[in-house]
């Protein structure tokens, strides 16, 4: 593919590398490559790069929009888990208007203090993890699905339109969890939709020292991702045992998730 053939892709909608690597079946690197010269050329054309850049969602840093790979880290707090850049082409506009100054604190971006009181984002090494707290396992399952998709999106930009039902099931409940969070994410990869409401109906844990099986039965409430509404900051790859904790504490649970992005 020659890189001028990227531009009609590029013009149906804004893409993450490891998206449009996935569309074209090329490394990501070498993605970003072939769009730094295409970049360069775009002058010659009737067409200018549209880009999102890279954003630190803990302090609010926005990285160059040179920056087309994922950064690992923030340079100015440090942190790891970071928006991923986007990038796309619009067609150059005949006269154009001198261009707005950007805006300080774009949909998605949550200063600390801004989410709920029981979610704690984490840094991890490559990853990206959180901890939620409930007063009962029903709520800890629902609002570890809701801090999912604050990973992954701004819930507040998901309308709950459309309802869906979710049964899953696992050998205990720490796997319970995994199972269910994972569900959601591979709805939300091969549907490609956002959810932002989850009911869990039933939780059914099996009897002390008898076998049997954990089940999870709930109803979530979303919508198809809109392009341009909805902001889609990274792509979860798996939700992982790796650092799994689920403890009964005073007063609730907590649990602790890491994905792996």
Known sequence: MRRRDLIPLLLRRAWTLPQLARELRRPPRDLAEDLAHLWRSLPHTGFEADITPARCRKCGFTFGPDKLLKPGKCPHCRGTWIAEPRVAVRARAANPLPADPPDPAPAGFNPAGEFPDWLTFLDHT??????VTAPDLPTLFSRAAWGLFSVITDPATVQPAEAEPVEVTAEDLPALLVRW???????HLTRHRLYARFDVRELVLPKPAEPGTCRLDAEVRGEAIVPGRHPVFTEIKAVTFHGLELTEIDGGWRAQIIFDL
């Open 181 to 187: 969070l994972s569900e959601l994410n591979y709805r």
């Open 126 to 131: 490559a990853d990206a993890g959180i901890r």
